[in-house]
């Protein structure tokens, strides 16, 4: 069975790694994520995992990109300005469709912005971010556990999908410290046959390719419609939230990663104050929940979203509604968290506002 | 007298064998400019993959460029890189894959351009890579601009009075600076514009190969080629403008060998 530890985010992460059987980690240095580096600097070697600090970021993906055609569990983890480096090489991955994970400690931007928290690249992610119509699949943990238990989710998806994964989380998280358990966890089990990877045309076996590259149009179009297949499966298979206090709710929140425990914080103090509020969480950021938003936003009288932006995920949330209630925004942006009362007033607000009010504020 | 009796067999007047295409080939057509130095260099490299028996080992990379379509010809495992990344994703290969070789086929604009980190970096970690570095002295997939190593005075479409050192520098003798890390194992200059030199390319590439067995570091051959289309000349014209130009700038020959690198360390 497992076992408990106190890690922070970003250690129990790295070490999930390991566990998880990545047998290549290709990084360099940014805050707030650098102990990933450290970590598996420190652990990774002797328990077979080839650990490299690159010269850049755009070194690191595509090393990435490498070691995952060549057929191992590879990975790389950064912070915002990295993750922007790696985006060329992202869609190079994800069209090549090799599967990988990726690890985005957000920090707050734009530019070298702050090393604070942030939730400020969240069209980053579940976008595309670099060219090209392509998705990666993006899991957004709210606890030091789930930094850890995405890592084993996320290398299986990355291989059943033939796709680039992507942790999405911030800086608090993987800063915090708290219990985590590692699950029994058998890479040996979990390894899928890859005949694709181009790991020497052995044993008369065809020579394989891996390419980005398709000239003709038509064999572009192609592999556009397979991707976007893919990624329509995934949308129906993959969908992952949580509820809290939503079946009997008026008012519904809906925030992931850091913002969900705040959220969820708030909501219970709205209880306490006899206001019916409850949180839908997004585990995965693409697939979207959208399906289940729509669904709740029949029965509340109004939607809330929070997050640690200028209101980015806000956008699904409304083409998950449809204009069936109002939808209103809050969020704090410059590494700055919200407090659970500052959401607690916007709650108390739309708990109090005659319906048209609401539906005002949200285009002010 | 030779004649050509297919694509696979060359023969003299007496129909004895003088040239059979590697079985490392493929049979696809090529799609370089007539004269191009790239069909030649495809050729020795896979005569050589084929000679030492390492086919089924061997994993090569090509980044964007004239020869993105390289895994089109070599009938090996191959990855095709981003612009300018070859060596990093060459890297992840080894790495995940000691017991392979592993190569990267890159232009001079991919390597001493755009992935001038990574040619730096690959080599100074001394990765038992070889890295193949076909220097023309041209963007050529991209129609003819200036490359870090276009000579002064030649005109591209980017220089079209001809290259002049102020404001866009002179010549990159990356080779030169690459054979000072002490992770290079092994740094040669070849070129492919006569018999000869194709045979001393051929040398040069064994031993690249045979570095990685060795685990001497990292092996890079740049090799001096032409781009007829680009310099907009005739095959022959491209090739004696080579030994004209391009190696008076370009010298060939062996910039460090592995006994060198030895007493460095
Ligand atoms: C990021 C990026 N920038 C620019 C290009 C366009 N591009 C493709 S090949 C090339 C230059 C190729 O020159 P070189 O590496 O010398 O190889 P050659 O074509 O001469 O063989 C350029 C600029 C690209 N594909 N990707």
Known sequence: ?364 | MTSQISTMQTVDENLNCVYVKPDTLTDARLHYCPGCGHGVIHRVLMEVVDELGIREETVGVAPVGCAVFAYNYMDIDMQEAAHGRASAVATGVKRMLPHRYVFSYQGDGDLAAIGTAETIHTVNRGENILMIFVNNAIYGMTGGQMAPTTLLGMKTSTTPSGRISSGVGHPLKITELIALLPGAGYVTRQSVHTPNAVRKLKKALTRGFTMQREQQGTSFIEIVSNCPSGWKMNPLDSNRWLEENMLTVFPPGDLKTPSERKKES
Not at chain 1, 35 to 45: A, N, T
Not at chain 1, 344 to 356: K, R, S
């Open chain 1, 1 to 364: 069975m497992g076992e408990l530890q106190l890690m922070k985010g970003n250690e129990a992460l790295a070490e999930a790694a390991i566990r998880a059987g990545c047998k290549g980690y290709f990084g360099y240095p940014i805050t707030p994520q650098s102990e990933i580096l450290e970590y598996l600097s420190e652990h990774g070697p002797p328990r077979g995992m080839t650990v490299l600090q690159a010269e850049s970021e755009v070194a690191s993906i595509n090393m990435v990109y490498g070691a995952a055609g060549a057929g191992a569990r590879a990975m790389t983890s950064s912070s915002s300005p990295g993750i922007s480096l790696m985006q060329e090489g992202l869609s190079y991955i994800a069209c090549a469709e090799l599967p990988c994970l990726i690890v985005n400690v957000n920090r707050g931007g734009p530019g070298l912005g702050t090393i604070q928290p942030s939730q400020g690249d969240y069209f980053q992610s579940t976008k595309g971010g670099g060219h090209g119509d392509y998705r990666l699949i993006v899991l957004a943990p709210s606890s030091v556990q789930e930094m850890a238990s995405f890592v084993f989710e996320g290398f299986d998806l990355a291989d059943r999908y033939r796709n680039p994964v992507l942790i999405l989380a911030d800086g608090a998280l993987g800063q915090m410290m708290e219990k985590v358990t590692f699950p029994a966890y058998d890479p040996e089990e979990h390894r899928i046959l890859k005949p694709w990877a181009t790991d020497g045309a052995r044993d008369g076996k065809e020579r394989r390719i891996i390419t980005s590259l398709h000239i003709q149009p038509e064999k572009m179009e192609e592999l556009n419609l397979r991707l976007e297949a893919k990624y329509n499966l995934i949308r129906e298979q993959e969908v992952r939230f949580e509820l809290v206090e939503a079946a009997d709710a008026d008012i519904l929140i809906v925030a992931y990663g850091l913002s969900a425990r705040i959220a969820h914080r708030a909501v219970d103090l709205a209880r306490e104050r006899g206001i019916n509020a409850g949180l839908l969480r997004p585990i995965s950021l693409f697939p979207f929940p959208t399906e289940a938003i729509r669904a709740l936003a029949e029965r509340v009288r109004g939607v809330l979203v929070v997050e640690m932006n200028a209101g980015q995920m806000v956008e699904d949330v409304r083409l998950a509604v449809e204009g069936a209630v109002p939808v209103r925004w809050f969020g704090r942006m410059g590494g700055i968290v919200p407090s659970p009362d500052e959401v607690l007033q916007v709650i108390e607000q739309m708990d109090g506002a005659p319906q048209e009010t609401v539906a005002e504020e949200v285009y002010q």
